[in-house]
């Protein structure tokens, strides 16, 4: 039997260098904000939606809908999230990992 057979099958796997992150909807948003406050990662650790640590940051998704008029940080948003907050004329900002 050759040498390569008899060898076990290892490769590379990226699993320890992916940083968690934690997906926040729309639905939420506008369940646990009220208008003109400002979701940011302080606002929601207070809240108790994100943990106290999250290396890859959080990610606003485009599930549900939403009616107040909040200002958002994140780390992503999604390209349906992006449309929404644009049509209903909400400011969001994009902040680094």
Do not use: C, W
């Amino acid at each position: 039997m050759p040498l390569y057979r008899k060898l076990p099958v290892r490769g590379f796997t990226r699993g320890r260098f992916e940083k968690a992150s934690q997906e926040i909807t729309l639905d939420r948003i506008n369940q646990y904000f009220a208008d003109g406050e400002k979701v940011t990662f302080e606002t929601l650790r207070e809240k108790g939606l994100i943990p106290r640590e999250l290396p890859g940051g959080y990610k606003i998704i485009a599930t549900g809908d939403i009616d107040k008029k909040v200002s958002i940080e994140a780390h992503a948003i999604s390209e349906g999230a992006k449309a929404k907050l644009e049509a209903k004329a909400i400011a969001f900002t994009l902040i680094e990992a």
